[in-house]
């Protein structure tokens, strides 16, 4: 809990500090950041007790240096060195796409589908969510044969279940129970 009240002022003080010209940048960097923290030894050795925090500061160095990163990129993961917060980074950068999607009323859903729909079904999908959330709407397609048939939509933790096979365990539940 602490740690989650924590990335959260961490995520929206970056997202305070970046202009919106800046933004495509700076999260690119910080994506390639968090992909080489979760899939290599750089989050292992950022995060341990038993290297230096000069060595550790060396590393975010050599690391901007050499994948040219924004000036605010390199100061936010020296700054997480420094406060000894780097181990928060993966919960941070959720909280920051989250803090920035919401000041800028981008809402992201997720299309869970059996098969890969065409995209006049997406742009239909799109557009009605348009009208309901009067901003600019992203969807991220999903393939999910399980579901038999249908769709579900999903927005962080509000999920829309419009598949056959939750229709189908609906109607297994209403035998059971003998309606």
């Known amino acids: 809990m602490k740690g ?33 923290f979760k899939k290599t030894e750089l989050g292992e050795a950022l995060s341990s007790y038993f290297i230096s925090m000069e060595k550790k500061k060396s590393i975010i160095e050599e690391i901007a240096h050499k994948y040219k990163f924004h000036k605010k990129t390199r100061n936010f993961l020296i700054l997480l060195i420094e406060r000894r917060r780097i181990e928060l980074f993966p919960l941070i950068m959720e909280f920051f796409h989250s803090f920035w999607n919401q000041s800028h009323n981008i809402h992201e859903f997720e299309l869970v589908t059996a098969i890969k729909v065409d995209e006049k079904f997406v742009d239909e999908v799109k557009g009605i969510l348009e009208s309901k959330f009067k901003g600019e709407i992203r969807i991220f397609s999903k393939i999910d044969p399980s579901i038999i048939g249908g769709f579900i939509l999903k927005k962080g933790f509000v999920v829309y279940d419009g598949s056959i096979k939750k229709q189908l365990e609906l109607i297994k539940r209403k035998i059971i129970e003998g309606e």
């Open 4 to 36: 989650s009240i924590i990335a959260r002022r961490y995520a929206a003080g970056l997202g305070a500090s970046i202009l919106d010209s800046e933004y495509p940048r700076i999260n690119s960097e910080l994506e390639a950041f968090l992909t080489a």
